[in-house]
């Protein structure tokens, strides 16, 4: 054989103990998620005032309902939902407009403001009305999140707790049943919140997330405000560090939220994809390189690409077998749906954007590219 041959047969076996390992993994992944939470009762509020922190950017799908849902909790005390605006053109400020003129007793308010503190969109939007933040618990929370009626009794209760000092909710994705909406859903119910639960449970992982983050005024004040993260493409993570840094906890919070996947079209969803990519590798980038083996069907297939026969077609059988139990696990878990069909697209869209994620460090992100400097900062680059 030439040293051709040998590196085909090496890079061969490689992929199929990365595909071994990745069943493993996923075995690993169905008993973490089946546990999750479940060992930490909901924890009753003291109810306290509360202003909620929403920036919004753009057009989305039933916003409505989701700032309906924040002015409607089952919650005992005065609630205000503060919605930042950049674009005095925004179409959501239609759908708060509406909010307000059918809740009236809601506290539903909202603030145009284009002024611009970095490159971070979001945090500039939440700079600029955070001084009409009225009371001394924030909770900010992104526009695609889907909540439920008792989600401010839990959060608050959670943060209430001894040596806490934030409250974060991992979430899964929610479909409008598009194709490319749904790939978008199961990459996070599939990739995403198996990879955090497991990380969490070996504690490998200290994630806060924008789908919640919720602190005290007098936290916020010792983190230094939104100033120092109005660069950083992972604003939220870095949100979660300067409150440990403080000798706070940062709880993942036993409850789960929705987010709304909304990448319609195949070129949202890669673009989507990749900069969720882009993010978590910038945060760890060993870590990242090992997730690989979370694509074990991906890895049986090049397996049998490269030669290896009838022991990469048992591997690639097994692997989709384990990867339609975790889509069982999540299902039954987290009450999802899922189009079962869409496993193998799914898996191989995956690993083509991990792939991808290493051929180059630029991101697409409300329409404008950056490159995401090695400290997790957004720089411009050329469009």
Same mark, same amino acid.
């Given at each position: ?168 909710? !991992?979430?899964? @994705?929610? #479909?409008?049943? *598009? $194709?490319?909406?749904?790939?978008? +859903?199961?990459?996070?119910? /599939? ?114 690409? !490269?030669?290896? @026969?009838? #022991?990469?077609? *048992? $591997?690639?059988?097994?692997?989709? +077998?384990?990867?339609?139990? /975790? ?57």
């Amino acid at each position: 054989m030439t040293f051709f041959d040998d590196l085909i047969c090496w890079m061969a076996d490689i992929c199929l103990v990365g595909a071994a390992l990745g069943c493993l993994y996923t075995a690993f992944a169905c008993v973490r998620a089946f546990a999750f939470g479940r060992q930490r009762p909901a924890t009753p509020a003291n109810p306290v005032p509360v202003t909620v922190l929403l920036p919004l950017c753009g057009h989305e799908p039933d916003l409505y309902s989701r700032l309906r849902a924040l002015c409607e909790q089952d919650y005992a005390a005065p609630v205000q939902v503060l919605c930042a605006i950049h674009d005095p053109e925004d179409p959501a400020i239609g759908a708060v407009k509406r909010v307000a003129a059918d809740l009236p007793h809601a506290t539903i308010e909202w603030q145009i403001d284009s002024s611009m503190h970095g490159r971070n969109l979001k945090m500039s939007n939440l700079m600029n009305v955070i001084g009409r933040a009225r009371h001394d618990v924030f909770i900010m929370i992104d526009d695609d999140i889907v909540v439920g009626p008792h989600y401010l009794s839990h959060v608050v209760g959670e943060l209430q707790q001894p040596n806490v000092g934030a409250v974060t909710c !991992l979430y899964y @994705g929610v #479909s409008n049943g *598009a $194709l490319w909406t749904k790939l978008s +859903a199961m990459a996070t119910n /599939l990739q995403f919140l198996p990879s955090v639960i497991v990380g969490i449970s070996m504690r490998l992982a200290q994630p806060c997330f924008g789908s919640t983050i919720a602190m005290t005024r007098e936290i916020f004040k010792q983190i230094g405000g939104l100033a120092s993260f109005v660069d950083y493409l992972w604003d939220d993570y870095a949100i979660g560090e300067a409150v440990r840094e403080t000798g706070k906890r940062v709880v993942i919070s036993s409850m789960t939220v929705g987010h709304v996947c909304t990448e319609y079209t195949g070129v949202e969803f890669f673009a989507y994809q990749l900069r969720n990519a882009r993010t978590v590798a910038s945060i760890d980038p060993l870590g990242y390189i090992g997730s690989i083996i979370i694509n074990p069907f991906a890895l049986a297939l090049l397996a049998i690409a !490269l030669g290896a @026969g009838d #022991s990469g077609l *048992a $591997l690639a059988g097994l692997a989709l +077998a384990s990867r339609f139990a /975790l889509a069982q696990c999540m299902r039954r878990r987290f009450d999802l749906r899922m189009n079962s069909w869409l496993i193998p697209v799914h898996d191989l869209a995956a690993f083509a954007v991990y792939v991808t994620s290493f051929l180059g460090g630029t991101v697409t992100w409300r329409g404008q590219r950056h490159r995401i400097h090695s400290d997790g900062t957004l720089l411009h680059a050329p469009q």
